[in-house]
């Protein structure tokens, strides 16, 4: 283990840290040795390449496709296009997700995918290219289906990204009535559903003001209970960071800080995140912004600044033995997947803070994609079949209020109380009901089984659901 403010080395390796937390939290289990092994394993890693042409030449593309855990089938996880996707990323990405998916209580094994590329040095045509080729490689393979393998939008991918796939995989089955339940994370107009592309954002803020509305626990941390007037700094405004921020905001909380690929802005006083995007559209850069009080060129450094939350929402690995001392917020919660290591995460909880795990904090995304997915499976929008009806039915209500009390609402109360819910509210209904009980699940787990962090407490509701799971299927006595 490294001290503090030293150097992290280049040999980082992902997956193992999702493994040690397994461990760790294993010790809190009875289950079989066997048995938390093939829980540890990924079952399936397909990693394949294919050319391309770029220009007047080609080019060779490196992608993978994993398949964590068959405890539950489809398996389902994000595709993210970067140039530092390697097989240890998807493999741990691919562990995370089968953790998540059993935390709130969503029926699928975890799987991931990623291509080796940076998205911004291909044009469109050519980044279709390499999308449909991918689909068509998973699909050949059987990596893809509604009951098989269920992809997602991650980094660098969205909505664009997943209509292709979506497309590809229609072309290639003809006929089968349930083919756009091959991916979820699609546009509207191609029966995705509302609220999936704010979904993981708004999971994050969910998590967070669910954690600072347990009065003891801010009382420990030396905080007030509530996110009004909590002091956040968001590292990443893509869609997570941003939508993340956004809510967070709307909730109370104060937006001090924002860290980009670029560099980094603070002011005490709070930032107007759509100001800063707008600004960042008009000129590339988050810097240069005219009401940051303070500008940084390292990124890093942003993440160092005065706050009472951090919510890391872009890669791994950010927060390391290398600057975790540095880190002056009293709980770090976690949007992207695994953004702070292992020994970092033991040294800020053993000097008195707080980490709403990323296992549980960015778990929007896969929660709404369930929602998707079972929309896409029967055919029929959330809402659709009991909106009027329910409509109808208040307004009959209080007319007869009315009519009995002698009190006469305005058109706009009567509106506002008659109304039907949305697919949209509904969506939000059910991510926030997912956030609340799961989050309480799990600090119960911590509570009563000592195990002195939510990630570990998180682990161990994952691994007793999982197992349970192998168990029914008759594979363990």
């Known amino acids: 283990m490294t001290k503090a403010g030293e150097v992290i080395f280049d040999d980082y390796h992902f997956f193992n840290d999702v493994c040690q937390y397994v461990d760790q939290a294993a010790a809190f289990t009875n289950h079989d040795k066997g048995l938390l092994e093939q829980i540890k394993a990924c079952n399936s890693v397909y990693h394949l390449q294919f050319p391309i042409k770029k220009g007047n030449s ?23 296009y970067s140039d530092i996707v390697n097989e240890d990323e998807v493999m741990a990405l691919a562990a995370l997700m089968t953790y998540k998916c059993a935390i709130v209580n969503v029926p699928f094994g975890g799987a991931k995918g990623g291509i080796k590329i940076n998205p911004r040095n291909y044009t469109a ?51 089968s009535l349930d083919a756009l339940g091959c991916v979820t994370g699609k546009p509207i107009a191609l029966h995705g559903i509302a609220g999936r592309r704010e979904a993981t954002g708004r999971g994050v803020a969910y998590a967070v003001r669910e954690c600072v509305s347990v009065a003891e626990d801010m009382k420990a941390l030396g905080l007030t209970a509530g996110i009004n007037g909590k002091r956040i700094i968001v590292q990443g405004l893509g869609n997570v960071g941003f939508h993340a921020a956004k809510f967070l905001s709307e909730e109370g909380g104060i937006i001090v800080g924002i860290c980009e690929f670029d560099g980094a802005i603070y002011n005490v006083n709070g930032l107007d995140v759509n100001d800063v995007v707008k600004h960042r559209k008009e000129t590339g850069s988050i810097l240069g912004y005219a009401k940051a009080t303070s500008e940084f060129k390292n990124s890093a450094e942003g993440l160092e600044q005065d706050c009472d939350i951090l919510v890391p929402a872009a890669l791994e690995n950010q927060i390391t033995m290398a600057n975790v001392a540095r880190i002056k917020a009293k709980i770090i919660a976690e949007g992207a997947n695994g953004p702070t290591t292992p020994d970092a995460a033991d040294f800020f909880i ?95 787990i911590k509570n009563v089984k000592n195990t002195g962090s939510l990630r570990t407490a998180a682990f161990v509701a994952a691994v007793d659901k ?9 594979i363990w006595p």
């Open 58 to 80: 080609f080019e060779i593309i490196h992608a993978w496709r994993v398949q964590h855990s068959h405890h539950m089938l489809p398996t389902k996880g994000g595709i993210r």
């Open 466 to 474: 999982i197992a349970v799971s192998y168990m029914n299927m008759g």
């Open 350 to 444: 053993k000097n008195g803070g707080m980490i709403i795990p990323d296992m549980y904090a960015n778990a929007g995304g896969v929660t709404v994609s369930y929602f998707e997915w079972l929309k896409n499976l029967s055919h029929v929008a959330f809402g659709r079949m009991d909106r009027r009806y329910d409509e109808t039915n208040n307004l009959n209500i209080l007319s007869m209020i009315e009519s009995t009390t002698g009190v006469t609402l305005t058109p706009q109360q009567r509106a506002m109380i008659a109304k039907g819910p949305s697919e949209l509210e509904l969506v939000n209904s059910g991510l926030e009901d997912t956030m609340v009980r799961s989050y309480h699940e799990i600090r119960e």
């Open 125 to 175: 045509a050519e980044l279709e290219n390499i999308t449909r080729r991918y689909t068509v490689e998973l699909i050949k393979k059987n990596f893809i289906g509604p009951g098989i393998d269920v992809p997602a939008p991650d980094y660098g991918t969205g909505e664009r990204e997943m209509s292709w796939i979506a497309d590809t995989y229609l072309t290639m089955n003809p006929g």
